[in-house]
């Protein structure tokens, strides 16, 4: 019995001691991106889905994902536009809707700020909700466009959101409405995408916050860099090498990170 108990003492005291090792290497990360972060004279940033999911939108390939639910090569391709309307459709509007009632986070708000002191020159984004625009930030690339804005896919003539939740089809040709976001199989805006790549060109430091790195060519513009590369997520599913890597909740991690900086200055 008391050896039971003093096992027990002696895991649960291991495991404090664990747990705070693990709390100091997690605080010592922060205070370090923060130097890095004044240290630079060029930050850019590449935000993923994980940027959005504390705005309370679903990503797209963590277990609770968007694409858990739908098949993406049913809904969200030129394919499904041209031959499936009704389905494209459905899944838009209802994606369309979340986006609506859904805000920037803290996070978004710090990566403005630090845009306005300076810190940071630009922002990559593959999610296409228009929240870092939202939160302030001036110099953002949407490299897979925005769910915000319409266009007939027939004459590319703007279209409201209005018309193309309601079915009406473009008043210049008739044709299809669709959002103005990049579609699987579709090719990246050209100047975005040459943007994104002279930027990070030109960083010293590139942060990647919650991306998986899975859909290219956006998961490999980080490799033209010759700065320091340092990746912010909430899982670690991704086995390459960083300069840093930052396990946790992009918001969340931002704000710690942020504190460090308000310290430092
Ligand atoms: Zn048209």
Request: net charge neutral.
């Amino acid at each position: 019995m008391t050896i039971a108990l003093l096992g027990c003492c002696l895991f649960f005291s291991y495991l404090l001691i664990y747990i705070q090792g693990v709390d100091k290497m997690i605080n010592y990360q922060f205070r370090e991106l923060a130097k890095e972060i004044l240290d630079s004279k060029y930050t850019v940033v590449l935000t993923g889905a994980g940027m959005s999911t504390e705005s309370g939108l679903s990503d797209f390939r963590s277990p609770t994902g968007i694409w858990k639910e739908f098949d993406p090569m049913k809904v969200a391709t030129i394919d499904a536009l041209i031959n499936d309307y009704d389905n494209f459709h459905r899944f838009y509007t209802l994606r369309g809707k979340s986006n609506t009632t859904a805000t920037p986070h803290e996070g978004h708000y710090i990566l403005s700020n630090w845009e306005d002191d300076g810190l940071v020159k630009s922002i990559i984004t593959q999610n296409v909700d228009d929240f870092h625009k939202k939160a302030g930030s001036k110099n953002v690339l949407n490299i897979h466009g925005s769910i915000r804005e319409f266009r007939c896919f027939s004459c590319g003539r703007e279209a409201t959101r209005d018309d193309f939740i309601n079915r009406v089809p473009c008043n210049s040709c008739g044709g299809k409405l669709r959002p103005g976001i990049v579609l699987f199989g579709e090719a990246l805006p050209v100047y975005e995408l040459e943007k994104s790549i002279e930027e990070v060109k030109k960083a010293e430091l590139v942060l990647i916050i919650g991306t998986s790195l899975t859909v290219y060519p956006a998961a490999g513009i980080h490799k033209r860099t010759s700065g320091k590369v340092v990746y912010i997520n909430n899982e670690n599913e991704v086995k390459k090498k960083f300069d840093m890597v930052i396990i946790g909740k992009a918001g969340e991690v931002l704000k710690k990170v942020n504190e460090e900086i308000l310290k430092l200055k």
